[in-house]
């Protein structure tokens, strides 16, 4: 029972343009949700977060936006950079548990 | 402020035999979080602390894995025997138990282990 899904396995983008990845989730008790970003060889670390309480986010170049009558979040990279080339990650966590549920990646490249 | 620690960060062993990986918690993190990530795969999480207290090992095959956390600082995951399907990245993360804003709410991971059962 995935409750996490990331639909797209990988994605392909011009530098410069904005990226869209995309995250689907079936808890309704999901209420943080958080994205990673991952390289080769290392841990994921942190992007940005999103309460259920607000439908936007944004740092810097990075904007998460949560849908909470379809239960779908998206993170938008703009401009996209070659350095974000990795893959992406979104998680949940339900009602102050902080027991976070990740999706399965998605591979992002951006090519210059 | 150091990053979660995490040792071996390879291992090939044979199955039937018994692993065991360890980490280090950033100092101050109260929760402390043991994932597995098959190739292809995201993390799912094994092993949840608090302190020294389990939160959640619904997730974890008791009959061969166990993990502890004496002392709530460092911890342990062991895999006794391996299996085949074990062969995965066994990721740690840890995260403030208390504190306003996106800081409590986050989990920092180390760079985790890489087994390979033959």
């Known amino acids: 029972d995935q409750q996490v899904k990331q639909n797209s396995p990988s994605l392909s983008v011009q530098e410069g343009r904005i990226s869209i990845l995309n995250c689907d989730y079936t808890n309704s008790m999901f209420d943080y949700f958080l994205w990673y970003k991952k390289y080769p060889a290392e841990g994921p670390t942190f992007l940005i977060s999103?309460?259920?309480?607000?439908d936007k986010n944004e740092d810097g170049r990075f904007t998460v936006f949560l849908n909470k009558s379809a239960k779908h979040l998206s993170l938008h990279i703009v401009p996209s950079q070659p350095g974000d080339s990795a893959v992406y990650f979104c998680a949940a966590s339900p009602g102050g548990t902080y027991k976070y549920i990740f999706g399965t990646g998605t591979r992002l490249k951006v090519l210059a | 402020e150091a990053g979660v620690a995490q040792s071996p960060r390879y291992k090939i062993i044979e199955k039937r035999q018994s692993v065991a990986f360890w980490c280090n918690p950033i100092?101050?993190?109260?929760?402390l979080y043991w994932y597995q990530q098959i190739l292809g795969q995201g993390p799912k999480l094994l092993i949840q602390?608090?302190?020294?207290?389990?939160?959640?090992d619904s997730q974890l095959p008791k009959d061969r894995f166990s993990a502890e956390r004496l002392k709530g600082v460092d911890s342990t995951l062991k895999i006794q025997p391996a299996k085949l399907e074990d062969s995965a990245v066994y990721l740690c993360?840890?995260?403030?138990?208390?504190?306003?804003?996106?800081?409590?709410?986050?989990?920092?991971f180390g760079a985790g282990s890489r087994l390979t059962v033959l």
């Open positions: 602390f608090q302190n020294n207290g389990v939160v959640d």
């Open positions: 100092s101050g993190h109260a929760t």
């Open positions: 999103i309460s259920s309480i607000k």
């Open positions: 993360a840890s995260r403030l138990l208390l504190g306003q804003g996106t800081g409590a709410n986050v989990l920092t």
